[in-house]
């Protein structure tokens, strides 16, 4: 990241000395062994977990001694794991983990607590998840509000946007991927949980795309990092705060309410289509674009191949289908084989309705989340994609809403799917995004291998929703059949 104007008007804070390191991790490993694979953003279920090792530790309140007052400390640990998969970095999967200590928590903070040390630095203090104590979450904000550094921390704020004091913290009701925490219905921090080494693209995209005054997406308002090693190195990014678009409802939910009540769901859509299509014509001007001709086009297949080889080896009700699903990608290779190129440009990444929201006024979409599949590493997310790889994202969205939602997949969901569907990718074109439907070769690869990511994700993750994606695995695959147009 270049060190820009935010970063330059730091105020700094002097380094405090963390609680030694050895010390420290040996006495939370017995802790952190049985919270960190309950939680949400573990990414390494099903797994044997056997270890972990400090990457980094930051005091951002003094955690031990006997004070009364909380503690508050930001660790960075690698959990070492069996037989990790091939994109696991070596070492293990490193997590951001911000932890509280308190000699005694009150009684409402009993659910974020991970237990006792029986030794090391923190002996005689509980430690809890400090990111559901809204005492310490205001902490954060507060060394968000005053640019500077702690430790290896730094704290940036874009120059121009004012954040009040005093706001009210609360986490967000539903875990996912990261962890997020309101304050006062005006901003919204994200914490970022499996961390990679530099930008992350939802602090990158979203202010490249500020900057090209594109109104589709909260602007980031303020971020902390780790500073790399090297004077030049990009820092890596652990956290954003962004406004809270209060007062709308995301489009899961809102799909979810037209199923229902058996209504129609076009408008919205096709709307939706509109806000995809200007956020990409946005990207493809204020970041890179290239052209993806034969290799390149091989080399995405032959990456789809391994993804659908391997998901169909720890998911085995993948089996039957793979040879069918190959033809996807296979369409792929004779489309470069044939001469043809495609463009490609930064795109979302991980586009599904969890990831709009619609303002009840106005009823305007805006997009968030642009960190793409967590599953993938960084530097892949980062790299220039066709934009239909969105498109067919969300259309996998609808295709959900109608199989797990009120209507239960029953033929008249099916057919509701197939019109949002529609009116989604014709409200794309119109805003300028190259038509869809001219991409079919592609449009079923990105698919097959969206179906095929979401058959691992809820295998691992929500084991009651494998059929959903089962059931376009199967009508993908029945596109691959002999004779099949
Ligand atoms: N700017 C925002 N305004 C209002 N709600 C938001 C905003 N950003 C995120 N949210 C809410 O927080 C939830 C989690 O945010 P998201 O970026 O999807 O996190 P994760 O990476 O953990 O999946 C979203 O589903 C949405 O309901
Ligand atoms: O946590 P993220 O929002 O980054 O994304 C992950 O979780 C999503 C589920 O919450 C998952 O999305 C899948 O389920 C959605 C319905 O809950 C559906 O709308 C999406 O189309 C479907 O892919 C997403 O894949 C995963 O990366």
Same mark, same amino acid.
Request: glycine share 8%; proline share 9%.
């Given at each position: ?14 380094? #405090? ?363 892949? #997310? ?104």
């Amino acid at each position: 990241m270049s060190d820009t104007a935010s970063t330059r008007a730091t105020r700094h804070t002097p380094d #405090r000395s963390p609680v030694t390191a050895p010390d420290l991790l040996s006495s939370l490993v017995p802790l952190l062994a049985e919270w960190v694979p309950r939680q949400r953003w573990f990414a390494g279920k099903g797994r044997l977990l056997t270890g972990f090792t400090l990457v980094a530790a930051t005091e951002l309140l003094p955690c031990a001694g006997e004070g009364n007052a909380p503690g508050l400390l930001q660790l960075l640990v690698r959990a070492q794991q069996s037989a990790p998969p091939s994109r696991t970095p070596a070492g293990g999967d490193c997590y951001q983990l911000l932890l509280g200590t308190h000699p005694a928590p009150p009684p409402h903070l009993a659910p974020a607590v991970l237990g006792r040390p029986a030794g090391g630095p923190l002996r005689g203090r509980t430690v809890y998840d400090a990111l559901l104590d809204n005492r310490l979450c205001g902490l954060l904000l507060e060394r968000l509000r005053v640019p500077g550094r702690i430790g290896a921390l730094r704290f940036c704020r874009e120059p121009d946007v004012d954040i009040p004091s005093g706001l009210t913290a609360r986490p967000i009701a539903v875990e996912q991927s990261n962890s997020s925490i309101v304050y006062g219905d005006t901003f919204i921090l994200k914490v970022f949980r499996r961390i990679e080494p530099g930008v992350n693209p939802d602090l990158e995209l979203p202010r490249a795309l500020a900057g090209a005054r594109c109104a589709r997406v909260p602007a980031p308002a303020a971020w902390f990092e780790s500073a790399h090693p090297e004077p030049d190195g990009e820092a890596t990014t652990l956290g954003v705060l962004q406004p809270f678009l209060a007062g709308s409802t995301d489009g899961w939910q809102l799909a979810l309410n037209a199923l229902a009540v058996r209504a129609d769901f076009t408008r919205s859509a096709r709307a939706l289509g509109h806000a995809t299509a200007e956020v990409h014509t946005a990207l493809a001007q204020a970041l890179p674009t290239t052209e993806l001709r034969r290799p390149q086009l091989d080399a995405i297949a032959a990456q789809m191949n391994e993804r659908l080889e391997a998901t169909a080896r720890a998911v085995p009700v993948l089996q039957p289908y793979r040879v069918r699903l190959r033809t996807a990608f296979d369409a792929l290779v004779a489309m470069g084989h044939d001469g043809r190129s495609w463009a490609a440009q930064r795109i979302h990444g991980d586009l599904h309705l969890g990831q709009t929201l619609r303002s009840v006024e106005g009823g305007r979409w805006a997009l968030i989340d642009f960190e793409g599949e967590p599953a993938r590493p960084l530097a892949e #997310r980062r790299r220039p994609q066709p934009a239909v790889r969105d498109v067919a994202a969300m259309l996998r969205s609808f295709d959900y809403a109608a199989c797990s939602g009120p209507a239960g997949g029953d033929p008249w969901a099916l057919d509701w799917a197939r019109r949002t569907r529609a009116a989604y990718c014709l409200g794309y074109a119109e805003a300028g995004g190259p038509d869809p439907r001219s991409a079919p070769e592609l449009m079923r690869a990105y698919e097959t291998d969206k179906a095929v990511y979401e058959v691992l994700y809820e295998a691992r993750h929500r084991p009651d929703w494998l059929s959903v994606p089962m059931a376009a695995i199967r009508r993908l695959a029945a596109c691959g059949a002999p004779g099949a147009g």
